[in-house]
Every structure is written in C-alpha cells, then in structure tokens.
C-alpha cells in the first residue's frame, strides 16, 4: 500500500471546527504513509471531499456548528460510499452513536479527548481497509477485462473443442470396451486356472467356486469394501492352485494319511500357489492371500504359523469358507447346525471369531440356494440344443480335458457359439450339464 508505482497515495481527511485540535492531529499523523488533510466545517470537508480523488479516510468531530459530524458523515457516506467514515466525539451519549453507525454507516466512533495510541490505530486500520478494498477494485476490473478477452477467445477454440470432445469421447469408449475385453480374458483365465486343479482331483470337483461363493459372501457380510471382496474372490478360485506342484498320488490322500515327508511337501502348496500367481503384479494382493489361507488363529497353522490380526483378514475368511466346503453335506438334514457346532468347537483355535459370527446367515442363504435346485433336472444336451439362458451344472471340458466353462455359467449365444466350434475341434465323450425345469 502507499506511494510504489503510479498509484495514488491515500489522503485523510480530519474534520474539526477548533484550529488547535486540527493542528494537534497534524502533529499526531504526520510521519504515517498516508497526507493528512484538514477543514474546519463540514462545509470545507465536503468541498475537499469532491476535489480529490484519493481521500479514503474521515475523521469528523460530533459537535460543530452549521452542520454536525453525523450529518457530516452522512453526506460524505452519499457521495462517496467506499470512503471509511470515524466520528469523534466528547458526548457518549447512545443517540449519537446510534446515528453514526446507522446513519453515517461509520466504521468506527472514538471519544475526545482520544488516545493517540488508539486513534493512531483506528486510522491505520481503516487506511487499510480502504487501499484493500480499492485494490479489489482495481483487481476486479483487470479481471473483466480479462475475462471479455478470454470470451473472445472461447468463441474462437469453441470449435475446437467440441471436435476433441468427440475425438476423446470416441477413444474413450474404445477404452472402456478394451477394458471390459481385458476383464472378461482375466475372469477367463482365473476361471481356467482354478479349473486345472480340479482336472487333476475329482474330489475337488467345484471346490474353489464354493470357496469363493462363501467367502464372498463372508466378506459382504462383514460390510468389507468391493475391492477387498473381489480380491478375496479371485484368491478362493486360486487358493489350492499350488496343488498342481503335488504328486497325484498324494492328492488321493488325506493329510492325516501322509507320511512326515510327504506333509512337509504338501505344506509347500501355498508358498507355490503365491510364487506362481505373485508374478503377476495385479494380483500380488490375492497372492498373499494364497500363502496364508492355510494358517490357523492360534498360529500352529502353516506355512508361516503367524496368528490372530498378523493373518491377513481375506486369508482368515478364505480358511473358514475353505473348511466349510470341504465338510458340510448339504444333502444332510440339519446341515447348518452341524457346520456352526463343528465351528463353535474350532473358534479362537483354528478360526477368528469376527468371521465365523457371520456365518450363519452366509451358510443358510448357500443351502438355500442349493435347495431351491431341487426343483430343476439335471440334463445333458449336444452343444447346437443349448439355448440362451441355460445355466450350466457340471464343468465343461473339451475331449482332452481344458476347461472351457465352469459349473454355474448362464449361457449365451456367444459361449454356446464356442461349444460348438470346439466340440468339432477337439469333442468330449459327454454333453453339456444344464439345469432345466421339470
């Protein structure tokens, strides 16, 4: 603020009938950035007032003769409203008070006789006040005038800019469709990758999709994030990936039949399982969910025999769903009361507690889906007899085993479409499962 530049330096302007006051505020401001002025009237102020341009503050004594400093100030607020107004007056009477802050609109009122700290003060503060506001001013019409030449400027890259819109609109679409091809070939391969393990054991047979079924379903009860519940998904279909490095011959056995060797080799199927799907970098989250799925809340799990929180929170849902799947019959009554007494009995041991109370509702929404089958037949049809809309009920393989759709898929035109080419391409010595209506 002040003199830098062209700008023109404030003025304020002290108003007071008595010579010896006007000269004591002189004396007072006379070493402040800012030219003092004086009048003696209000009459002499309003004539400065209209002569100069750069009077941003005013300073009037109350009680004058001819006009007083309300009226003063009255007038000054009416002809040069950004002008700060201050009253000073030796009559602290409310009226007075009243009417030059409603009135006048005065910014601030002092006392006589003053402070000189605090009128020194008051004056600075409103000097101020006035080079900022005037500055905003200023700066409020340099950006108008910018803004009618960046008007100018729209209208000239208007055109422009709706051609890009539409060259990006269009390149966008081509990547949300790139996209949704990418994530269509990942849930294949993951569909596939979880189907080789079965290939291999029968007694697996759809294992990790009710796996991932449970354990999403967990996930979702625990209000879990749908990131968290997709990771956890993919995982489930992954977990005994592994198991692929294992001799056949001791996946036809349970742990309790093998051999110390033979454990300490099948112990190995998670590490495995994390190795081989950690090369992707997309899915090192699901990895290490893999490498723990196998540990136990008490810690005497493996392969690392870390316990409670240090187990990652999708790894401890994935072992409850894990078990789940592997001892629940859901043909036998009474399958849920059974799952939650074998449960009740490994809480705190084998499993966390915060996922097994979720349970319950989990595991009887499962049965119940597996129930409202029973209303369905099982059929086998040659591929050109599928409809759209089928859901499948057994895995599809080609004649030399690769997996080409999982239990659960609703057909489509196009995957009936790639039945058919690959039953001429490589035939299987069975149909295609579906569930129909009886």
Known sequence: MGSEGTRQRTEVLFVDDEENILKALSRLFMDEDFTVRTAASGQAGLEILEASGSIGVVVSDHRMPGMSGVEFL?????????????????????????????????????????????????????????????????????????????????????????????????????????????????????????????????????????????????????????ADVETIMVASLLHDIGLIGVPDVML????????????????????????????????????????????????????????????????????????????????KPRALEMVLADLRDRVNTEFDPKVVVHVPQVVRAYLERVAAKGGTAEVELLPHELKPGMVVSRNVTSGTGVLLLSQGTRLTEKNIETLCRMHRIDPSREGVFVWMNR
């Open 252 to 331: 036809l056995k349970a742990e309790s039949e093998m051999n110390a060797d033979e454990i300490a080799e099948f112990r190995l199927h998670p590490i495995r399982g994390q190795a081989a799907v950690d090369q992707i970098e997309d899915l090192r989250p699901v990895s290490a969910l893999i490498r723990h799925h196998h540990e136990r809340y008490d810690g005497k799990g493996y392969p690392d025999g870390v316990k409670g929180e240090e187990i990652p929170l999708g790894a401890r849902i994935m072992a409850v769903a894990d078990h789940i799947d592997s001892t629940m019959n859901p043909a």
């Open 74 to 226: 009255t007038r000054v607020k009416e002809r040069k409203p950004e002008t700060l107004r201050i009253l000073l007056t030796g009559y602290g009477d409310i009226a007075t008070i009243k009417d030059a802050l409603n009135k006048a609109g005065a910014c601030r009122y002092i006392t006589k006789p003053w402070v000189d700290d605090e009128l020194v003060q008051a004056v600075r503060e409103a000097v101020v006040r006035f080079e900022l506001t005037r500055e905003n001013a200023r700066m409020a019409e340099v950006i108008r005038a910018q803004n009618e030449q960046l008007k100018e400027w729209n209208s000239q890259l208007e055109i422009m800019v709706q051609e890009q819109t539409i060259e990006l609109t269009r390149q966008n679409e081509k990547l949300k469709a790139l996209l949704q091809r990418e994530r269509a070939t990942i849930r294949g391969v993951i569909g596939a990758l979880s189907g080789l393990i079965e290939l291999r054991n029968k007694r697996v047979r759809n294992h990790s999709r009710n796996v991932a079924e449970l354990a999403c379903g967990i996930a979702r009860a625990m209000k879990l994030p749908q």
